[in-house]
């Protein structure tokens, strides 16, 4: 029975699937592309054979690198037809990103006798011996050195970066900034209208990144958004580099919710691109505010001209990527052999397809942006604004001088902050915040114990309360709030 791949058939209703696509610039079709990913579960457990037509000469990308499996790929085989130079053909070279694909060198196809046959025949894939564990090619140094470099780049050298970072800020610099006592005493001073207000404002905030999340994702309803987003915020504010185990928790959570991984993925890249544009946005507007108002500042103005520049950077390469493919495929490669190169150096293994999985993002998200870009730009402002009413309000509460400094001055210094902070080298960017956040006030005029009692309380606000918050909505997703029946048997 032939099925087009647009009708999104079943695998499981199949004993055996035969998928192929016609051969544009060197690869698959988008569609074929596109539902070997989505319904990857679904093949690993059948034959599968794959196909291809179209000319096999030189690619115009390079190879895939040779596969360091010693097993046999889970379909049955790789057939193509078409020219070929020579003889030439490849047994197989399904994406990388295809968890059922192996990985297969580019080699002449010859018969019995030596000579080269034809196209379409049945190759197994050149496989190579996997060494065994611990033992290096490069002999016991390397495998010594590339030990330390895993050890370095996990778990323990991420929680030894926190934990110094930690302790650098808050038991090392903060004393000489700041009076911790002094600090302390203006948090207890506050009045029970205070305490109630700072209250509003921080539950304003917690429940403010909800409707980024409905705007990104059609069909979520905004518990679920909300349900996702603190369990998600509680991971990133806990865990050594926990912005990776954030998305994964919003990624497992969207999966329950009943969204497929293309939404979902869809959904977490725009999150993430609209709101790291804010991020790059608010020092350029919080410049000409304090330009304004008579406050300049050499190092504020250096951040503004920096995020100005970034922010028109940022809007090319994501107008490049979105709109014209072959810069998007430029671009992800571009990036993929970086984040190759800073693999190895930590003996990491180096990321693939970046440029397919670009092209699968700008296909399924160009119709959503034209509908709802002006509701992810809405949303994702109006979450930054929320986290800045918690921080100003905490500066006119804690009295002093910070109850006098201008708006768009502290907008300033919290924008500043925020794009020192995009990437978190600690959990919530914990110990770097309160710093830059203290150095920024300081900077602009007030006392160093009125900043730092301001900074504490703004931290408690933002950072603390997010984590048994989340924790909390993490059990009771556990226990099956908000997850989809899955219809029995």
């Given at each position: 029975m032939a099925i087009p791949v647009e009708r999104q058939p079943d695998p499981a209703l199949f004993d055996a699937v035969v998928l192929g696509s016609a051969v544009y610039a060197g690869r698959w079709l988008e569609s074929a592309r596109h539902y070997a990913t989505e319904h990857a579960s679904g093949l690993r457990g059948l034959p599968v054979w794959l196909f291809s037509s179209g000319p096999i000469g030189p690619r115009p990308f390079p190879l895939p690198t040779r596969t360091t499996s010693n097993r046999s790929p889970p379909w049955s085989g790789h057939g193509h037809t078409g020219s070929s130079p020579a003889g030439s053909t490849r047994t197989c070279w399904a994406p990388r990103s295809w968890p059922w694909s192996s990985r297969c060198a580019h080699r002449p196809a010859t018969s019995a006798t030596g000579r080269p046959s034809g196209a379409g025949q049945r190759r197994s894939p050149r496989t190579w011996p996997v060494l065994p564990p611990g033992v290096s090619r490069r002999g016991p140094r390397a495998g010594l050195t590339s030990t330390v470099r895993h050890l370095l780049g996990g778990q323990v050298g991420r929680l030894a970066l926190t934990v110094a970072v930690v302790v650098v800020v808050f038991a090392?610099?903060?004393?000489?900034?700041?009076?911790?006592?002094?600090?302390?005493?203006?948090?207890?001073?506050?009045?029970?209208?205070?305490?109630?207000?700072?209250?509003?404002?921080?539950?304003?905030?917690?429940?403010?990144?909800?409707?980024?999340?409905?705007?990104?994702?059609?069909?979520?309803?905004?518990?679920?958004?909300?349900?996702?987003?603190?369990?998600?915020?509680?991971?990133?504010?806990?865990?050594?580099?926990?912005?990776?185990?954030?998305?994964?928790?919003?990624?497992?959570?969207?999966?329950?919710?009943?969204?497929?991984?293309?939404?979902?993925?869809?959904?977490?890249?725009?999150?993430?691109i609209w709101n790291s544009l804010v991020k790059l946005t608010m020092p350029v507007l919080s410049l000409a505010g304090v330009l304004l108002v008579g406050h300049p500042s050499g190092g504020l103005a250096v951040a503004a001209v920096l995020g100005g520049a970034a922010?028109?950077?940022?809007?090319?390469?994501?107008?490049?990527?979105?709109?014209?493919?072959?810069?998007?495929?430029?671009?992800?490669?571009?990036?993929?052999?970086?984040?190759?190169?800073?693999?190895?150096?930590?003996?990491?293994?180096?990321?693939?397809?970046?440029?397919?999985?670009?092209?699968?993002?700008?296909?399924?998200?160009?119709?959503?942006?034209?509908?709802?870009?002006?509701?992810?730009?809405?949303?994702?402002?109006?979450?930054?604004?929320?986290?800045?009413?918690?921080?100003?309000?905490?500066?006119?509460?804690?009295?002093?001088?910070?109850?006098?400094?201008?708006?768009?001055?502290?907008?300033?210094?919290?924008?500043?902050?925020?794009?020192?902070?995009?990437?978190?080298?600690?959990?919530?960017?914990?110990?770097?915040?309160?710093?830059?956040?203290?150095?920024?006030?300081?900077?602009?005029?007030v006392g160093a114990g009125e900043a730092a009692g301001a900074v504490l309380v703004f931290r408690f606000l933002t950072w603390f309360v997010s984590i048994p918050l989340g924790l909390a909505a993490w059990v009771l997703w556990r226990h099956g709030l908000g997850r989809v029946a899955v219809a029995g048997p």
């Amino acid at each position: 029975m032939a099925i087009p791949v647009e009708r999104q058939p079943d695998p499981a209703l199949f004993d055996a699937v035969v998928l192929g696509s016609a051969v544009y610039a060197g690869r698959w079709l988008e569609s074929a592309r596109h539902y070997a990913t989505e319904h990857a579960s679904g093949l690993r457990g059948l034959p599968v054979w794959l196909f291809s037509s179209g000319p096999i000469g030189p690619r115009p990308f390079p190879l895939p690198t040779r596969t360091t499996s010693n097993r046999s790929p889970p379909w049955s085989g790789h057939g193509h037809t078409g020219s070929s130079p020579a003889g030439s053909t490849r047994t197989c070279w399904a994406p990388r990103s295809w968890p059922w694909s192996s990985r297969c060198a580019h080699r002449p196809a010859t018969s019995a006798t030596g000579r080269p046959s034809g196209a379409g025949q049945r190759r197994s894939p050149r496989t190579w011996p996997v060494l065994p564990p611990g033992v290096s090619r490069r002999g016991p140094r390397a495998g010594l050195t590339s030990t330390v470099r895993h050890l370095l780049g996990g778990q323990v050298g991420r929680l030894a970066l926190t934990v110094a970072v930690v302790v650098v800020v808050f038991a090392g610099v903060m004393p000489q900034v700041a009076d911790y006592g002094q600090a302390w005493g203006l948090v207890t001073s506050l009045t029970g209208s205070e305490v109630v207000l700072l209250t509003v404002v921080g539950v304003v905030n917690l429940v403010s990144f909800a409707p980024l999340w409905v705007a990104s994702a059609p069909g979520l309803t905004w518990g679920r958004a909300l349900l996702a987003d603190q369990a998600s915020t509680a991971v990133a504010n806990a865990v050594p580099v926990g912005f990776a185990f954030g998305v994964g928790t919003t990624a497992a959570m969207f999966s329950s919710f009943g969204f497929s991984p293309a939404v979902t993925t869809r959904s977490i890249g725009l999150t993430g691109i609209w709101n790291s544009l804010v991020k790059l946005t608010m020092p350029v507007l919080s410049l000409a505010g304090v330009l304004l108002v008579g406050h300049p500042s050499g190092g504020l103005a250096v951040a503004a001209v920096l995020g100005g520049a970034a922010l028109l950077a940022g809007v090319g390469v994501l107008v490049a990527a979105l709109t014209h493919r072959r810069s998007g495929d430029r671009l992800a490669g571009g990036a993929q052999r970086l984040a190759g190169w800073a693999a190895g150096r930590v003996g990491r293994t180096a990321p693939t397809a970046w440029a397919e999985r670009l092209d699968r993002f700008r296909v399924d998200s160009l119709e959503l942006l034209r509908h709802r870009w002006g509701r992810l730009s809405l949303a994702a402002l109006g979450s930054h604004v929320a986290l800045f009413l918690v921080l100003l309000a905490c500066l006119r509460t804690i009295g002093g001088a910070a109850s006098q400094l201008p708006w768009v001055v502290a907008l300033a210094v919290f924008s500043v902050t925020r794009l020192v902070t995009i990437l978190p080298v600690t959990p919530g960017a914990l110990g770097v915040a309160e710093l830059s956040y203290v150095a920024g006030l300081t900077a602009v005029g007030v006392g160093a114990g009125e900043a730092a009692g301001a900074v504490l309380v703004f931290r408690f606000l933002t950072w603390f309360v997010s984590i048994p918050l989340g924790l909390a909505a993490w059990v009771l997703w556990r226990h099956g709030l908000g997850r989809v029946a899955v219809a029995g048997p």
